[in-house]
């Protein structure tokens, strides 16, 4: 059983279109990470929130922190090929070790 | 170039065999993270060293075992493999106090 639930586990979108990922938990987290992994690759970090409630944002990519820091979103709009890849959160508990949900397989077509 | 250097990139290997996987961190980064990724069980945390120390346990068999070494260059050894072995095992490393992690390309296992 995974710590972190992410869905949906495929979401395949034409280019353009606007994108939300869920991640949940039962368990509390100081931090939630949220990464993305090509083919090939390791994870790549996208981004860190600690604060309950807290809203990032990287250029299209929106990030939410619930306020009770058990879930996140990861929020796409104007979907690009470039996008696609699996998106993972991660949040930790104890010390600096992640767990990590099982992951979401996202393709944009153009 | 994420800084994290894993060796080798690929591993075909037989049953009952060992296997060496090496991890550089990310200059100035003192804890090393291995991790086991399957398709069916996504990112498994196996073990974590800090500093040359031991400092955290995830789902890590008795046939594998790690260390982080002095110049801070960790190994995991894999041994009496199995076909349930085969897996892409990444390293990951962050610097004290920072939850970043960056991770290597991966070592590719394939156990036959």
Known sequence: ?110 | DSGVTQTPKHLITATGQRVTLRCSPRSGDLSVYWYQQSLDQGLQFLIQYYNGEERAKGNILERFSAQQFPDLHSELNLSSLELGDSALYFCASSPQGNYGYTFGSGTRLTVV
């Open chain 1, 1 to 110: 059983t995974q710590l972190l639930e992410q869905s949906p586990q495929f979401l395949s979108i034409q280019e353009g279109e606007n994108l939300t990922v869920y991640c949940n938990s039962s368990s509390v987290f100081s931090s939630l990470q949220w990464y993305r992994q090509e083919p090939g690759e390791g994870p790549v970090l996208l981004v860190t929130v600690v604060t309950g409630g807290e809203v990032k944002k990287l250029k299209r990519l929106t990030f939410q922190f619930g306020d009770a820091r058990k879930d996140s979103s990861l929020h796409i709009t104007a979907a690009q090929p470039g996008d696609t890849g699996l998106y993972l959160c991660a949040g930790a508990l104890i010390g600096y070790k992640l767990s990590f949900g099982a992951g979401t397989t996202v393709t944009v077509r153009a």
